[in-house]
C-alpha cells in the first residue's frame, strides 16, 4: 500500500541572527590523526577520491561525501581494501545492481564475519590483551583476552557443528549482555548460521512473537540475569519458550544465578571445553548473518535480516572511520540484546577494539552508574542515550568532578535526539574538549545515515553530518531535496547493510511497504529532518506520528525537548487525535519529577514554555498527568498505539502489548480514553 506523502512539520520559529558558533572544533593535530583522515588521503592516492583541502576539514568531508554517494563502486571497494577484508573467493563486481530494494553488493565474493571480528587474536602482539571487558553492578570489570575468545569460538562452533547445525540454520540466544552472547554469535556467523537474540526482560509472548517466525534450532539461555540489585529468575519463561519452540534441536544453558541445567539442556561449560581451532564457512556477501527485530507495537515484529558481507563493510566504515576506533581503543555503549546497539558494539571487535559488556541497570547503585563504568574500563567511546543524559542534568550528576574520564574523547548518544541541553550539560559537566557524537539511524539498517565525525565540529542540537556511502536527504512531499527546511528523511543511494530481506516475506511486499512505498526506489525512514547548509542535520520525530494542527505539522521531538527541560517533568508524551467532527485534539500527557505536583501552576509554565520557545501552534489542548510513559522494549516511546486508543480502537487491537516495557500503563491510557468519550457522549 502506498503511503500518502504528509506535508512536513513546521518546527520552532527560526530565529535571526548570525551563524551558531561551534560547542567544539577538533584541533588541527585531532584531525591530522583521524583514520578518517588518513583514508581520505589515502583514497585520494588510490581510488580517484577528491583530494583533502589543506586546513578545511569541513569542505574536505563535504567533498568525501559527495563522492562517497556518487561513486558507491569506488567508495565501498576502497572501504574493503583500507580494511583489508578478506574475500575467499573474489568479487565480479562492487555493486551489480543499484535498484532499491535488490541491490546487490560483491557478488562472487565469499569471506566469514566472524573470522574478521577474531583477527586481532591472531596477532601475538594482542593475543593476550583483552577482547571484551565483563561489567555487572558490581563495577569490576573482568577481562577476556582475544586467544580465550578465539578459544571458545571456536569450540562452539565445533559443538554446534556436532549439534547438527549447518549453514542458513537459525539460532537464538535469551541471554543479557554477557560474553557468552557474543561468543554464542561469532560461533554462529563462524558456522554460517543465522544469530537472533533477545534479552532476558521480554516476557515469553514478546520473544515467541519473534523466535518463532525464525524457527531456531538452537536456544541459549540463561537461568536468570541480575538487574538494579536484585536476582530475576528465569527458568519459567526459559519452560515457556521451549514449549513453544518446536524446531529446537538443542537448549545450551548458561548458569548466570548458579541454577543447574533444566533436563534435557546441554552445560555451557561442556560446550565450550577443550583447545580447538576455528574453521570459519565462507558464504556468499549477501549470506544472513543475523535477525532483528521491528519494536512490533501493532503487529508482530518485522523480522530484518541483514548480511555477512553487508554488516562487515558497513561496520568497519562506521566504527573505524566514523567512530575512530581501533586497536587499543575501548567501546563501551549502555545496551542489551534486545537492541541493535547490542550488534553494533561487538562489532567493534572488527576493528581490534576492546568491547564493553555492562549486565545491569543503567542506574544501579546510582543515576551516574554508566559514568562509573566509563571510568573503570577507560573507555575511548561511551555511548548511551539522550534519555540518560538528561536523567543525569536533572539528578545533578557531575561526571568529570566525580570520576577520572581522562580515556573517553567521545561521548556518542542515539535512541532519540539530544535536546540542546544535553549538549550544553556534556560539555559543562564532562569535558570541555568533549567530541559529542549523537547519531541516528535504525535497526533498518543496523547503522547511523548520520552522526559521528571526527574531523568536523559540534553544533549544539546538531548530528554533525550525514555519513559517508549514505545519499541522505530531506524531502518535500513530492520528492524535492530541502536544505534549512524540515521534510522527510530519504536514502537516494544502496547501503551494504540494508536488509537482504524480511523473513517469511516471500513476495517482498512487506519489506518495499516497509520503506518505499512513498517513494518508489527510494528509503524513506518515517523520520522527520532538517540538513542545514553547512551540513549537519537535526531530527524532529518519527513522520509517522506527526502531529497537525490547524494544517501545520510538527515533530514530536521538539515538544519533549522544551518541556523536559523543567525540573518538574520527568518525561512526556504528545499526540494528535482527528476528531469525528473535523476538529483536532492535541493532549501533552505527562510525568511529574519526584515530588513534583502537576497543578494549575506547572500547567501554565509548561504551555508557556512551549509559546515562548517554540510557538502558540506547539501549545497544547490539555496538559494531563499519566504515572508513566509507555516504550517499546528498546525504549522508544510508544506514540502511534496511545493515538489509535483516543481514537476508540480496542486496546487489544491498536497494540501488542508484548512489544510494551510496562502493558499497564496502556491500560490506564484505555481508561482515559474510555472516559472522555463518555464525556462526549453525555
Same mark, same amino acid.
Given at each position: 500500500?502506498?503511503?500518502a ?30 583514520r ?5 588521503r589515502w ?47 573474489p ?13 546487490r553488493?560483491?557478488?562472487? &565474493?565469499? $569471506? ?5 571480528? @577474531? =583477527? +586481532? ?6 593475543? %593476550?590483551?583483552? /577482547?571484551?571487558?565483563?561489567v ?26 556436532r549439534?547438527g ?59 536468570g ?13 526459559? &519452560?515457556? $519458550? ?5 524446531? @529446537? =534441536? +538443542? ?6 544465578? %548458579?541454577?543447574? /541445567? ?15 581451532e ?83 541497570s543503567?542506574g544501579?547503585?546510582?543515576?551516574? &552508574? ?20 538528561? /536523567? ?31 549538549f ?5 559537566e ?146 494528535g ?34 509559546r ?52 499497564g ?18
Open positions: 500500500m502506498t503511503t506523502p504528509a506535508e512536513p512539520p513546521a518546527g520552532p520559529d527560526p530565529a535571526p541572527g548570525p551563524a551558531p558558533e561551534p560547542l567544539w572544533r577538533p584541533g588541527p593535530e585531532r584531525v591530522g590523526q583521524a578518517l583522515t588518513r583514508f581520505h583514497a585520494a592516492e588510490r581510488h580517484g577520491a577528491p583530494q583533502p583541502l589543506s586546513g578545511d576539514p569541513q569542505g574536505s568531508y563535504a567533498a568525501l561525501h559527495h563522492w562517497s554517494v556518487t561513486e558507491l563502486e569506488a567508495f565501498w571497494r576502497a572501504v574493503a581494501e583500507w580494511f583489508g577484508v578478506s574475500f575467499t573467493t568479487y565480479s563486481a562492487v555493486l551489480a545492481d543499484r535498484a532499491m530494494p535488490g541491490a553488493w560483491f557478488p562472487g &565474493a565469499t $569471506l566469514n564475519y566472524a573470522q574478521h571480528a @577474531l =583477527r +586481532a587474536a591472531e596477532d601475538p602482539e594482542l593475543a %593476550g590483551r583483552p /577482547a571484551l571487558l565483563r555487572d553492578e558490581r563495577h569490576r570489570p573482568e577481562p577476556v583476552s582475544w586467544a580465550e575468545l578465539r578459544r571458545q569460538v571456536a569450540a562452539l562452533a565445533a559443538s554446534l557443528r549439534l547445525v549447518r549453514p542458513g540454520d537459525r539460532v537464538a540466544g535469551y541471554l543479557p549482555n554477557i560474553p557468552e552472547a557474543v561468543t554464542a554469535l561469532l560461533a554462529t556467523a563462524a558456522v554460517g548460521a543465522v544469530w537472533t537474540s533477545c534479552a532476558p526482560d521480554f516476557g515469553a509472548r514478546s520473544v515467541l512473537d519473534r523466535f518463532r517466525q525464525t524457527e531456531p534450532v538452537v536456544l541459549f539461555t540463561v537461568d540475569y541480575r538487574y538494579g540489585g536484585k536476582e530475576h529468575d528465569r527458568t519459567a519463561t526459559v &519452560a515457556e $519458550l521451549r514449549a513453544g519452540l518446536p524446531t @529446537l =534441536r +538443542a537448549v545450551v544453558h548458561i548458569p548466570v544465578l %548458579g541454577g543447574a /541445567a533444566p533436563p534435557g539442556a546441554l552445560e555451557w561449560a561442556e560446550q565450550t571445553a577443550g583447545p580447538a576455528p574453521e570459519y564457512a565462507q558464504v556468499p556477501f549477501d549470506h544472513p548473518l543475523w535477525v532483528l527485530y521491528s519494536s512490533g507495537t501493532t503487529g508482530l515484529p518485522k523480522a530484518i535480516v541483514q548480511s555477512q558481507g553487508g554488516i562487515l563493510v558497513e561496520h568497519l566504515k562506521q566504527l573505524g572511520l566514523h567512530c575512530d576506533l581501533g586497536t587499543g581503543d575501548r567501546i563501551f555503549w549502555y545496551t542489551s540484546t534486545g537492541w541493535m546497539m547490542w550488534n553494533f558494539l561487538v562489532s567493534g571487535l572488527l576493528v581490534g577494539a576492546t568491547v564493553v559488556l555492562y549486565d545491569g543503567p544501579h547503585p546510582h543515576t551516574g &552508574a554508566q559514568w562509573l563504568v566509563a571510568e573503570r574500563t577507560r573507555a575511548t567511546l561511551f555511548g548511551t542515550s539522550a534519555a540518560y543524559v538528561t /536523567a543525569c542534568a536533572k539528578a545533578g550528576v557531575h561526571p568529570a568532578r566525580d570520576h577520572d574520564l581522562s580515556a573517553t574523547r567521545c561521548v556518542a548518544t542515539t535512541g532519540s535526539p539530544l535536546p540542546p541541553d544535553g550544553r550539560w556534556l560539555h559543562e564532562v569535558a570541555a574538549d568533549l567530541w559529542i557524537a549523537s547519531v541516528s539511524g535504525g535497526t533498518d539498517v543496523c547503522s547511523c545515515f548520520a552522526g559521528a565525525v571526527p574531523t568536523l565540529p559540534v553544533y549544539t542540537g546538531e548530528l554533525q553530518a550525514a555519513c559517508l556511502g549514505t545519499g541522505l536527504q530531506s524531502w518535500d512531499p513530492h520528492g524535492r531535496p530541502l536544505t534549512d527546511e524540515v521534510g522527510e528523511l530519504v536514502v537516494t543511494t544502496p547501503m551494504p547493510s540494508m536488509p537482504v530481506r524480511f523473513w517469511n516475506d516471500p513476495d517482498g511486499s512487506r519489506y518495499r511497504d516497509s520503506y518505499f512505498g512513498m517513494f518508489p526506489g527510494v528509503w524513506r525512514h518515517g523520520d522527520w529532518i532538517t540538513l542545514t547548509s553547512r551540513g549537519g542535520v537535526v531530527i524532529h520525530g518519527r513522520s509517522d506520528s506527526t502531529l497537525n494542527r490547524q494544517g501545520v505539522r510538527m515533530g514530536s521531538a521538539d515538544i519533549y525537548e522544551a518541556v523536559e527541560r523543567l525540573p518538574e517533568v520527568r518525561e512526556s508524551l504528545v499526540i487525535v482527528e476528531q469525528p467532527d473535523g476538529g483536532y485534539w492535541m493532549p501533552l500527557f505527562v510525568v511529574p519529577a519526584e515530588g513534583a505536583v502537576l497543578d494549575d501552576a506547572l500547567r501554565e509554565r509548561i504551555r508557556a514554555v512551549l515562548r520557545e517554540l510557538s502558540p501552534r506547539h501549545v497544547p489542548d490539555e496538559v494531563i498527568e499519566i504515572p508513566g510513559v509507555p516504550h517499546t522494549l528498546t525504549g522508544k516511546r510508544i506514540e502511534v498505539p496511545v493515538k489509535r486508543i483516543f481514537q476508540g480502537v480496542p486496546l487489544e487491537k491498536a497494540v501488542n502489548p508484548g512489544s510494551v516495557d510496562d502493558p500503563l496502556l491500560a490506564h491510557f484505555a481508561r482515559l480514553a474510555a472516559a472522555r468519550a463518555a464525556r462526549g457522549a453525555d
